[in-house]
Structures are given as C-alpha cells and as structure tokens.
C-alpha cells in the first residue's frame, strides 16, 4: 500500500541541512504529485541574548524586515521545485511549536526536516527542534542529514572531552 500523500511541510532554516531536505521533499512532491509547502520560523530574541544590544532589533519593525527577507529567501529557494511549491510562510516562536501548529492546521501528510546530527552530548544540553517533531508530529516526519556529517558516539564523546 502506498502512503497518500498530498500535502508537504518542509521546515526551512536555510542551512545546508534544510536545502538537502528540500531536495528530498522535492523529489517526494514529483513522485506523488503532492504540494510542497515551505515555513520558517524566527525565534524570538530573548533578553538574555549575549548582547545588550540585541533587544535593539526586537522590534516589530525588525520582525517585519526579517520575514519579508525570509519571504524572499524561501521563494527563491523554492523556485527549482516549480509547480510543486504552493506556499510558503514564516512564523515566530518556538521552531518545533511552530512547525507542529502549522503541520497540523494546514493538515499535512509529512513533514521533512534537516537535522543537525549532533551528537548526545549537544543534544541532551540544548534539546533538538527534530527531536521534539519526530515525537509529537500528527503525521509522519521524515528527518534528513547531510551525509558529510559524522555520527558521533557517546564513547567518543568522552575520549574527546579527557583530551
């Protein structure tokens, strides 16, 4: 049986990672004549930013900047893909919050993700957006790596943090 699949959130952080997993969901959306749609979030900054300076720029003014620039970014990204890209958007807030409420407003049958591949140290101190949608997503989530990057183990974690 295969899966019916329409509809494609492709969460966009414009890092190599989420342009190999555009491409996955790209050549999904050819395969299954299925519509792509793009999202971005923008996380909020926080007063606690390294940066005195850096609540200067939380401003709606700022965030309005931000998404026309994203807008901008996420189109131009989404040109090879043609027809299959039907929309595009971008949030703020909490990027796995925000990918799960819009995969789940929009209905969507898959959401394909970049993944940073860090390894269990990283992961386990600053939690994974991926993580989080893999486990809560209403639908299934194909999480994509770039394949350059190595798989860290946990034993060489150790021996690199004792040199």
């Known amino acids: 049986m295969t899966p019916d699949i329409n509809r494609i959130l492709v969460a966009v952080d414009f890092s190599t990672n989420s342009d190999r997993a555009l491409d996955y969901a790209g050549m999904l959306a050819r395969r299954f004549g299925a519509s792509l749609h793009l999202l971005h979030v923008v996380e909020p900054m926080s007063l606690g930013s390294p940066s005195i300076d850096a609540s200067a720029f939380a401003t709606p003014g700022w965030n309005k900047l931000l998404a026309e620039d994203a807008h901008r970014e996420l189109t131009s990204l989404g040109a090879p893909f043609q027809p299959y890209v039907a929309t595009t958007s971008v949030l703020y807030g909490d990027p796995s919050s925000c990918?799960?409420?819009?995969?789940?407003?929009?209905?969507?049958?898959?959401?394909?993700m970049g993944t940073h591949g860090r390894g269990a140290l990283a992961q386990l101190m600053m939690g994974s957006v991926a993580e989080r949608v893999v486990r809560i997503a209403s639908c299934p989530v194909l999480t994509v790596r770039h394949p350059e990057h190595e798989f860290v183990t946990p034993d060489a974690l150790v021996a690199a943090s004792r040199a």
């Open 99 to 112: 990918i799960l409420r819009d995969a789940d407003d929009r209905q969507m049958d898959l959401i394909v």
